[in-house]
């Protein structure tokens, strides 16, 4: 298995731009998991899908993030517009149906907004 | 809120030394998990504690479990420099994981 993948793995932008981060999870998880780390703030939920709806977004910073998961085996987080605040390592993780499972992150999306 | 406490936060130890990194958590839940994080790398899975007083064992690492206490511990026997990294705790409240502050680990030759 692949694991979960995410893309792009390095993004710069500058302030005011669109930016978009990708995250395909492991085939047959159910659940899906946009965590940002920062190292004032720690790992902190964003937004959570299962069976490709929205569950909890309450973690979602404002109106600039927002989140999509179209199918089971893709979901993009969207910022826009970016600001340099939002500079960090956007992770996504996937959970298997099976109950007492621990999550599997992708490798991640470090964020420089400038 | 939940809240996902870790201690220390920082820990430098030599090689050789025994250490033990707590984690404490302000809900009820019998599902814990420890995970590993190196430098500008992801998160690894090490642990999966499901019920009071589980303990769990891999190398140099032991993990434990006190849903009572609402404590988790990890502990670290006769580190060496390759366990060096940051160790994160994360309670899991029903399909939510609250992930701790994190515990960042240099291990002294």
């Known amino acids: 298995d692949a694991g979960v993948i995410q893309s792009p793995r390095h993004e710069v932008t500058e302030m005011g731009q669109e930016v978009t981060l990708r995250c395909k999870p492991i085939?047959?998880?159910?659940?899906l998991f946009w965590y940002r780390q920062t190292m004032m703030r720690g790992l902190e939920l964003l937004i959570y899908f299962n069976n490709n709806v929205p569950i909890d977004d309450s973690g979602m910073p404002e109106d600039r993030f927002s989140a999509k998961m179209p199918n089971a085996s893709f979901s993009t987080l969207k910022i826009q517009p970016s600001e340099p605040r939002d500079s960090a390592v956007y992770f996504c993780a996937s959970l298997p149906g099976s109950y007492n499972s621990p999550l599997h992150f992708g490798n991640g999306t470090r964020l420089t907004v400038t | 809120e939940l809240k996902v406490e870790q201690n220390p936060l920082f820990l430098s130890m030599q090689e050789g030394k025994n250490y033990t990194i707590y984690c404490n958590y302000s809900t009820t839940s019998d599902r814990l998990y420890w995970y590993r994080q190196d430098p500008g790398k992801s998160l690894e899975s090490l642990f999966v504690?499901?019920?009071?007083?589980a303990v769990k064992q891999e190398g140099r690492l032991m993990a434990s479990l006190d849903t009572k206490a609402r404590l988790s511990t990890l502990h670290i026997t006769a580190a060496v420099h390759d366990l060096s990294a940051t160790y994160f705790c994360a309670v899991d409240t029903g399909n939510q994981f609250y992930f701790g502050t994190g515990t960042s680990l240099t291990v002294i030759p």
């Open positions: 085939s047959g998880h159910n659940s």
């Open positions: 504690l499901l019920s009071n007083g």
